[in-house]
């Protein structure tokens, strides 16, 4: 049995998005981005109160990272990993958890811009600053680019950075970043991808929210 808890638009996203890609059977369940994660019954499944959770088979895992290096493990026969004998293991490890440093910046952001329900209590500074490092990792993949792939092909490494920049795109615009914005065209494509889409209004009510000016 595999069961995914997921909110829309947030990281379960790229375990979802992974999940349909193995082409695995599994069920969902769906959470609005509120109070109700820190409640019971799912607070007793993962105290953090955060998604994803997977249940698989009576393991309980709640990082993105490991969880896609245990899918991979598990269902090999979709060549979405790397074996640690795979000359691409090194850089596939690394790519999939230089996801979650881009999502780190994102996940500012959208406390700024989205989680916080008054102008009051938002900084501007932090935005400025949140926003120029998440430009960087973004820069990070341009300059790292040489294919259509981030490895030699599709894998899971392009479901955990291709999720992270499905956010980090509502902060910083890839106009400057041909190669990025030329890969994420082909992310968007995917069968994969667009089941994985939230259904519906999701958490992010504007297309751009740029960073805000600092007060002089």
């Known amino acids: ?3 995914l808890h997921h ?3 947030t990281r379960s996203m790229r375990s979802l998005w992974l999940l349909h890609e193995l082409g695995v059977d599994f069920d969902v369940v769906e959470y609005p981005f509120d109070k109700t994660l820190r409640e019971e019954p799912y607070r007793s499944l993962n105290p953090t ?3 994803p959770t997977l249940e698989i088979d ?3 895992l ?7 290096e245990y899918l991979c493990e598990l269902f090999p ?4 990993g790397r074996d640690p004998s795979h000359a691409e293991r090194p ?3 690394n790519w999939i958890h230089f996801a979650e440093t881009i999502s780190q910046h994102t996940a500012a952001l959208t406390q700024q811009h989205v989680a916080l329900y008054d102008d009051t209590m938002r900084s501007p500074i932090v935005m400025q600053l949140e926003a120029k490092r998440l430009a960087k990792t973004l820069g990070t993949i341009e300059a790292r680019l040489e294919g259509d792939y981030l490895l030699s092909d599709f894998s ?7 999720q992270a920049v499905y956010m980090a795109r509502h902060f910083v615009a890839l106009d400057d970043l041909p190669r990025v914005a030329a890969w994420f065209a082909r992310m968007q494509a995917r069968p994969g991808y667009l089941r994985a889409l939230p259904e519906g209004p999701g958490l992010y009510a504007r297309a751009f929210y740029p960073p805000w000016e600092v007060a002089k």
């Open 77 to 80: 026969q979709a060549g979405l």
């Open 7 to 9: 909110c829309p638009q």
């Open 49 to 51: 109160g955060r998604v």
């Open 62 to 68: 709640t990082e993105s990272g490991a969880i896609a």
């Open 91 to 93: 850089m596939w490890l």
């Open 1 to 3: 049995m595999i069961r």
């Open 156 to 162: 899971a490494a392009d479901i955990g950075v291709g």
């Open 58 to 60: 009576g393991v309980v």
